[in-house]
């Protein structure tokens, strides 16, 4: 149980398209959902917390009008990298945990971004 | 503010070696604390966690205990095996749920 899937994988673009990401919990509802970037060899840093049908909150230095988050209904969360520019290119990875504050989360699998 | 650190990778170990990971943390509060581990190509797992000063988490044959004299919650194995190979991260939870991870520790266990 507790399964998280993102679509796609791993996508490529040209420097100046947006690219949406999906993050979907398959058997559970998710009141919260995370968003998360890895660089190579690097730790996990938060980007942005959204609770189902309200606006989310990003971490101080996160741009959020680059990276718009939508999390229109309990199973589905999308981040959208609004023209995109090769210093984005990153691992971008989701979780969704039961309820709002609840401490355990369940990961994605994560999207590989590569920009062009 | 908040923060995990964990001790540097690469370990590289023989199969059926002991495995000791160290993780020390900086919290306010009584955050609980987690170990989670990321196969190759794979996404984050939660291996354990442990939510009070003295509990231990335990899963796997993976233990961690709670120490809150010492600000740690270092991960042990007694004997590892070649399929234990992956990063290891340790994490605390703050307040609404977020999680701060340390910078990983990749392990790498040899035949």
């Known amino acids: 149980g507790a399964v998280v899937s993102q679509h796609p994988s791993r996508v490529i673009c040209k420097s100046g398209t947006s690219v949406k990401i999906e993050c979907r919990s398959l058997d559970f509802q998710a009141t919260t959902m995370f968003w998360y970037r890895q660089f190579p060899k690097q730790s996990l840093m938060l980007m942005a917390t959204s609770n189902e049908g309200s606006k989310a909150t990003y971490e101080q230095g996160v741009e959020k009008d680059k990276f718009l988050i939508n999390h229109a209904s309990l199973t589905l969360s999308t981040l959208t990298v609004t023209s995109a520019h090769p210093e984005d290119s990153s691992f971008y990875i989701c979780?969704?945990?039961?309820?709002?504050?609840?401490?355990?989360?369940?990961f994605g699998p994560g999207t590989r971004l590569t920009v062009l | 503010g908040d923060s995990v650190t964990q001790m540097e990778g690469p370990v590289t170990l023989s199969e059926e070696a002991f495995l000791t990971i160290n993780c020390t943390y900086t919290a306010t509060g009584y955050p609980s604390l987690f170990w989670y581990v990321q196969y190759p190509g794979e996404g984050l797992q939660l291996l354990l966690k442990a939510t009070k000063a003295d509990d231990k988490g335990s899963n796997k044959g993976f233990e961690a205990t709670y120490r809150k004299e010492t600000t740690s919650f270092h991960l042990e194995k007694g004997s590892v095996q070649v399929s234990d190979s992956a990063v290891y991260f340790c994490a605390l939870s703050q307040e609404g749920g977020k999680l701060i991870f340390g910078q990983g520790t990749e392990l790498s266990v040899k035949p």
């Open positions: 979780s969704a945990s039961l309820r709002e504050g609840a401490d355990t989360q369940y």
